[in-house]
């Protein structure tokens, strides 16, 4: 028994001090559909430096994100690139979303988006490829509050799309 407890406190310390090593790549979006407002709301987290990290890649070079330089074209590479990587069918029909605006909270960037005039929902798919062409183990986690109902998925590459129905 103390042999087994040696080698379990041995490999807990080896797997700690790799911790920082390894980086963990997720993006967190909560969708909630306001009946009254006849609206679905959604908010995407995503940490700064892999999201920058990617807008550079991507975009333009110079982009450096919560540095209040030229918010209005950081703004507009950010709506394109979550406009091409989120896509939500409701009730069949393909949705269109739009942008709202970002804010910074520490490191990590919250992007506001929206679709109006949804009266109903009886059935709802979403796909969330947000930073998988950038780094092959990202997650999406994709938490929803949809007819009082609430349902989360995590997304991977390989399974990149969530359904509901009600």
Known sequence: M???????????????????????????????????????????????????????????????????????????????????????NINGKSSIIKFIGKEYDEDVIQCYLEIENVESIKSFSVENSVLYDMFSDQKNIVRTHINGKHKSFILIPENDKGMLNF
Request: glycine residues 2%; charged residues 30%.
């Open 2 to 88: 103390k042999i087994f407890k040696s080698v379990l406190v041995l490999v807990v310390i080896a797997s700690l001090s790799f911790e920082s090593v390894h980086k963990y790549y997720v993006s967190i979006t909560k969708i909630e559909y306001v009946k009254g407002q006849q609206s679905v709301q959604i908010i995407t987290r995503i940490f700064i430096d892999d999201f920058e990290e990617l807008l550079k890649e991507r975009y333009n070079d110079k982009i450096v994100l919560a540095s209040n330089t030229d918010e209005t074209e950081i703004d507009n590479y950010i709506k394109k690139y979550l406009l091409s990587r989120l896509k939500i």
